[in-house]
């Protein structure tokens, strides 16, 4: 079945440091991809995401590609703030209708970023 | 402009009882899927429903959890004879008009078990 893996965590930065989030996935044709955020005691946040393969998502400063070749989608963030401090899960959504639209996440990459 | 609202934000029940957790869509959305998120770990997907229909419920645990999306009011995810193992976040999140259209999330109900 289609699943998501994301490098594990916790990642600690210092303020300004360039961000890397590794994700990779498994599926059947061509899914959507997402990246969400989560801050301590909220729901999850839609931060970007990509429909097909090329596309790529840009929202406050992170990136992430669809990579279909490397079946990747890495979030990266050139200058990381303190603000950014939080759990970041990478998702996708099935590209047939076996899974009626449910997405499936990867574990999780918790971020601390230290001034 | 009220997002997706889940309630209660915390609940605490004892082996044996019943919880029932509620979720208020976007407005205007009627897609609704119930994730559940132990420690440590990501979401998992329990179940879509639609308005008065369940569309896939292949995530939901064969006993003792159920769930509704009535014409009128919220969703419920009800748990009965809840055990430790139940203990965990369970998040709601709302589409508009189908699978395809972003989901977005409530903060929670963050369920413990004594």
């Known amino acids: 079945g289609d699943s998501v893996t994301q490098m594990e965590g916790p990642v600690t930065l210092s303020e300004e440091a360039f961000l890397t989030i590794n994700c990779t996935y498994t599926?059947?044709?061509?899914?959507?991809l997402f990246w969400y955020v989560q801050y301590p005691g909220e729901g999850l946040q839609l931060l970007l995401k990509?429909?097909?393969?090329?596309d790529k998502g840009s929202n406050k400063g992170f990136e992430a590609t669809y990579r279909k070749e490397t079946t990747s989608f890495h979030l990266e963030k050139g200058s990381v703030q303190v603000s950014d401090s939080a759990v970041y899960f990478c998702a996708l959504r099935g590209a047939y209708g076996g899974s009626q639209g449910n997405l499936i996440f990867g574990k999780g990459t918790k971020l601390s970023v230290k001034p | 402009n009220a997002g997706v609202m889940q309630n209660p934000r915390h609940l605490v029940r004892r082996r044996g009882q019943e919880a029932r957790l509620r979720c208020s869509p976007m407005?205007?959305?009627?897609?609704v899927y119930w994730y559940r998120q132990l420690p440590e770990e990501g979401l998992k997907f329990m179940v879509y429903l639609q308005k008065e229909n369940i569309i896939d419920e292949s995530g939901m645990p064969k006993e003792r959890f159920s769930a509704e999306f009535p014409k009128e009011g919220p969703s419920i995810l009800r748990i009965q004879q809840v055990v430790r193992g139940d203990s965990a976040a369970y998040f709601c999140?709302?589409?508009?008009?189908?699978?395809?259209?972003?989901?977005?999330f409530g903060d929670g109900t963050r369920l413990s078990i004594l």
């Open positions: 407005k205007g959305h009627s897609h």
């Open positions: 990509a429909t097909k393969a090329d």
């Open positions: 999140a709302s589409s508009d008009r189908g699978s395809n259209q972003p989901q977005h």
């Open positions: 599926a059947t044709g061509y899914p959507s």
